[in-house]
C-alpha cells in the first residue's frame, strides 16, 4: 500500500491557523485522488478535502472558504492549509490516497495515514 504519514496537528485558538502536510511513498499505480478525512469526536468521518492527480479540488461544506488542499506530486506532499479555525474543527485529521489499481490486483485502492491531531479552543 502507499505509506502516508501526516505531520502539522497541534492546539490552537480560534481565529488561528494550521498546516497539516501528508507525505506519501512512491506507488507502482496512479494515484488519482488524495485528501483528507476528519474523525470528530461523538461525530461521523467527514471528508474535509480532496484533490485529483489533475488539481481539482473539492471540499466539505463545513470547512468552504477557509481550508486549501494541494498537492505537490514532486515532492510527493499533500498539504491542507486551515485557517480561521473553529472549536468545531476539532478531531483526529487523516490522510488518504485512491490507487488506481487493475482489476484483480491485490494492491489497496485506498490507504491511510495514522492521522495527526487538531485541537481548536474557544
Known amino acids: 500500500q502507499v505509506q502516508l504519514v501526516e505531520s502539522g496537528g497541534g492546539s490552537v485558538e480560534a481565529g488561528e491557523s494550521l498546516r497539516l502536510s501528508c507525505a506519501y511513498s512512491e506507488s507502482p499505480f496512479p494515484i488519482n485522488y488524495m485528501g483528507w478525512f476528519r474523525q470528530s469526536p461523538g461525530k461521523s468521518l467527514d471528508l474535509i478535502a480532496g484533490v485529483t492527480a489533475g488539481g481539482t479540488t473539492n471540499y466539505g461544506d463545513a470547512v468552504k472558504s477557509r481550508f486549501t488542499i494541494s498537492r505537490d506530486a514532486a515532492k510527493n506532499v499533500v498539504f491542507l492549509q486551515m485557517n480561521s479555525l473553529k472549536p468545531e474543527d476539532t478531531g483526529m485529521y487523516s490522510c488518504?490516497?485512491?490507487?488506481?489499481?487493475?482489476?484483480?490486483?491485490?494492491?489497496?485502492?485506498?490507504?491511510w495515514g495514522q492521522g495527526t491531531q487538531v485541537t481548536v479552543s474557544s
Open positions: 488518504f490516497a485512491d490507487v488506481d489499481a487493475p482489476y484483480g490486483s491485490s494492491f489497496p485502492r485506498r490507504s
